[in-house]
């Protein structure tokens, strides 16, 4: 019997050319005295409305007091529209940390972040100040990297002493069915010691959604476990982080239209990348990875299957940890091994 097929998110065959564009991340002081949501969802709309026709697309973040925006579009539009920020009384000291001419990385209009951290306003203020010291000194961030230091900078202890503050190995957990992605994080949180930050994630729509990530040191190596709802995978500010995962884990329920609308929503998040991260399937029973597998290679994804069963949070991570491990091994001794390559095989 041949597996189903998933037409709605094949790959292309050939990576598509990416529009080139002026890429601007800065952050900002709020001088919002009421609820910050509401007032995200309102910049959103105006966003949408004013922005969309000029090609500019946004992503929004509000943390200890501070916003961060990371927008891309043509030139001509970001220098007026950047004009028109400045003077918005809605914010204050506005301070430019990146920005560059290159490839679009937002593929589409709105995205917007709430990161749910017990913080001082003071040590945002201090991350600010320093990443844009360091880049104004000539150290190269990309703007998913610079949204990333900001928002969810690595927190361990001795992370301030690393010489490369952003590298480190970064996992994505998506589940078929039910909160496994979150159970997972939490579980890993309390094995390790660590403490799981929250985020809400929203798009064009008014639907929010929640994502979970720890960070832990395991065999002296830092690894970032971030748990993501499936409707997430759509937004354009989760899709230009896709390239930043070494793994995608697929947490199946054994409902075959379940794990293949997964499977769907993942290989849509990754069309256009060009080094995709593996994908790490987990399944109760080898019979569970037959389709997904076939599937996935059949699109020029690697797929690795692991037998646990993904309600169990303890033997989920027993049965991956191992896969986990050959990755950051080959990182160790060499970079380019440790890139994910397409496969066709269909073995």
């Known amino acids: 019997m041949e597996p189903p097929s998933v037409p709605a998110a094949r790959l292309p065959q050939g990576l598509p050319v990416r529009e080139n564009v002026s890429r601007v991340v800065y952050a900002s002081q709020s001088r919002i005295s009421g609820s910050v949501y509401a007032e995200m969802e309102r910049i959103r709309g105006a966003a949408l409305r004013h922005n969309t026709p000029l090609r500019v697309h946004t992503a929004l973040l509000y943390q200890s007091g501070w916003f961060v925006q990371w927008k891309e579009g043509p030139g001509d539009a970001m220098v007026s529209l950047m004009a028109r920020v400045a003077r918005d009384p809605r914010h204050h000291s506005l301070r430019v940390i990146h920005s560059s001419h290159g490839p679009r990385l937002l593929d589409g209009p709105w995205s917007m972040a709430i990161v749910q951290r017990v913080e001082k306003p003071d040590d945002m203020t201090l991350r600010v100040l320093q990443l844009r ?59 390790m010691g660590a403490n799981v930050v929250h985020r809400r994630f929203a798009g064009p729509q008014d639907r929010d959604i929640s994502t979970d990530l720890v960070d832990f040191e395991h065999d002296g190596e830092v690894l970032r476990v971030v748990a993501m709802a499936r409707a997430g995978l759509a937004l354009p500010l989760t899709r ?32 256009g990348v060009p080094a ?31 037998r646990a069963d993904p309600k169990d949070s303890a033997a989920t991570w027993a049965a991956a940890r191992p896969v986990l491990a050959e990755w950051r091994q080959a990182a160790n001794s060499d970079p380019l091994a440790a890139a994910p390559r397409a496969r066709t095989s269909r073995r």
Do not use: K
């Open 276 to 306: 995709p991260p593996m994908l790490l399937g987990v399944g109760a029973s080898d019979a569970m990875h037959l389709h997904p597998a076939s599937i996935a290679r059949g699109l020029g994804l690697v797929y690795l299957p692991c």
């Open 240 to 271: 230009a982080f896709m390239p930043d995962y070494s793994h995608v884990m697929l947490l199946l329920c054994g409902n075959p239209d379940r794990d293949l609308a997964l499977l769907r929503s993942v290989v849509s998040a990754l069309a």
């Open 133 to 191: 010291d360091r880049i104004q000194a000539g150290a190269q961030h990309s703007p998913p990297s610079v949204w990333r230091q900001l928002s969810t900078p690595m927190q361990l202890p001795g992370a301030a002493l690393r010489a490369e503050l952003d590298v480190f190995q970064r996992v994505l957990v998506c589940a078929a069915f039910g909160g496994a992605s979150m159970e997972l994080v939490q579980w890993l949180a309390h094995l």
